[in-house]
């Protein structure tokens, strides 16, 4: 498996492509004017306390307030007194005007504002260190059990006195020595205790801490051994990651290369192209068949369809092979688009079992390798896959999109026709009720194209009616639905 990171430099962005085998499959987006929160640490100040939610609304220097739950707070004391299903009361963890130490755990979605918790992490380039936790924990990811019996005896080894942090060992830190472990543990330490500094000297709603600039994180979590290269096309930046990759990751530091052609770096991959692509809701497999996105606030529904593919033998294997190569797409598109929370896949109905589970694990499967934790249900009755992937920050459509105004976000518009029959109704209203000279109308272009062929009758038994003559105007600027019925 080839992996390439490809980091765009521009004043105000910065974009970070990870390509796999010459595809695209994920695409990060950070700008100065909005960049994302996520693990930032902030001096925060409780607004409001919610009991019926268990949560508090929690200021830190945002235009929203953040969210924070009861469940998402470190509890040092062993009072349970209110407690509900085994979770204390909100109000035994927080007081309004109090402060305390908080960490991004989402990035503001839409209206909705960032959810914070106290239990703070640190991630470096091995480890993840738990400042108010305990223990050793090591990634699911790796696999090998011997390996993992390694880590955790080269953990216990460097803890040598008892500390009240605990540590995640990182995937990355698979094949990592005794040094490097070593290294990233005493570096946690220092960080923490600058951290801790700071948060004494904030004030309320103040930033404490923040993650690193988008190029350093993504050698900090995408960067490995399977990646072969990684290619910048800023000098400053590039300076900046052989750095940062000669102080954490030497061995890699090699990998990471300036691309100063004259042709963009991003158009040397094709990546415009496919983050263009990523933006439409239908997206075409290669059989014929085609797959549509649709993202609301509350979930993502994909649909699959057979369109022009036909197959060679019967129905249910066309339609068993168009879900196969939909589960492979759908799978990538997921990473790339970064959707996430609740996300509905209605696949063909399939009559054998066998091919639907082999659809199901094939999704599994493309899905192993996503950084973004998942989890898939079985199909349903109804013939739906329903699964979940965490969501900690804004898809790609919302990073690069804005509702479209005509439409306000809808996804439609009133047709000229609609528009004409409201046109005719506010003419009878302003009939009724004032007195004129004669009715100007102002309308888009396709709405008095119509007026004067298929409604010119229409029009004529209006003007009629009221025994005024009416003008009609056409206004490209306006909205498709927009109109002005003027009294003359």
């Not at 007081?95 to 918790?117: M, S």
């Not at 930033?207 to 490995?224: N, W």
């Not at 690069?400 to 005719?424: A, H, M, N």
């Amino acid at each position: 498996m080839k992996q390439e990171i490809l980091v765009n430099v521009t004043p105000r962005e910065v974009r970070a492509a990870l390509v796999e085998n010459g595809m695209l499959q994920e695409i990060v987006i950070e700008r100065a004017s909005r960049r994302g929160l996520i693990s930032n640490i902030y001096n925060g100040r409780v607004s409001r306390v919610l009991p019926g939610m268990q949560a508090a609304f929690i200021d830190i220097g945002l235009e929203r307030t953040a969210f924070l739950h009861a469940s998402d707070i470190v509890n040092d004391s062993a009072s349970t007194l209110g407690a509900r299903n085994g979770e204390p009361n909100i109000r035994d963890l927080v007081t309004e005007g109090g402060q305390l130490l908080v960490q991004v755990l989402k990035d503001p979605l839409g209206t909705k504002g960032a959810r914070l918790t106290t239990h703070i992490t640190i991630p470096s380039r091995y480890l993840v260190m738990l400042p108010k936790g305990s223990g050793i924990g090591i990634s699911a990811r790796i696999e090998d059990e011997a390996e993992r019996e390694r880590l955790r005896t080269l953990m216990d080894s460097i803890i040598t006195t008892p500390t009240k942090a605990g540590y995640i060992v990182r995937t990355a830190a698979e094949g990592a020595s005794l040094e490097a472990l070593h290294a990233d543990m005493l570096f946690l330490q220092k960080l923490w205790e600058a951290i801790e500094e700071a948060a004494a000297k904030a004030g309320p709603g103040e930033l404490v801490y923040e993650d690193l600039a988008l190029p350093l994180r993504v050698l900090r979590d995408l960067f490995g051994p399977e990646v072969e290269r990684v290619r910048v096309d800023s000098s400053q930046e590039f300076e900046r990651m052989k750095e940062f990759a000669g102080r954490f990751m030497p061995h890699l530091a090699p990998k990471i290369e300036l691309y100063s052609e004259d042709r963009p770096l991003f158009d040397l991959y094709n990546i415009e192209d496919e983050i263009d692509r990523a933006l439409n809701r239908k997206v075409p497999l290669k059989s014929g068949g085609y797959v549509i996105f649709d993202q609301t606030e509350a979930m993502t529904t994909i649909d699959v369809n057979t369109g022009a593919y036909v197959g060679h033998r019967n129905l249910e294997e066309t339609i068993f092979r168009t879900n196969l190569e939909a589960a492979v797409v759908i799978a990538r598109q997921l990473r790339l688009r970064n959707l996430g929370g609740i996300i509905i896949i209605d696949f063909i109905d399939m009559v054998e079992e066998e091919h639907r589970h082999q659809v199901l694990q094939t999704l599994t499967a493309r899905l192993a390798s996503d950084h973004a934790k998942t989890q898939i249900m079985s199909v349903s009755p109804l013939g739906l896959v329903e699964m979940t992937r965490k969501r900690n920050r804004e898809s790609l459509e919302h990073v690069l999109c804005q509702p479209c105004p005509s439409c306000e976000g809808r996804g439609f518009v009133k047709s000229p026709e609609t528009v004409c029959y409201e046109i005719f109704r506010e003419i009878l209203r302003q009939h009724r009720q004032f007195d004129f000279q004669e009715l100007l109308v102002l309308a888009r272009p396709d709405v008095i194209e119509r007026l004067l062929d298929e409604e010119s009758a229409s029009v004529a038994e209006l003007e009629v009616l009221t025994g005024k003559p009416i003008r009609l105007q056409s206004e490209a600027m306006y909205a498709p639905d927009q109109f002005d019925v003027v009294l003359m």
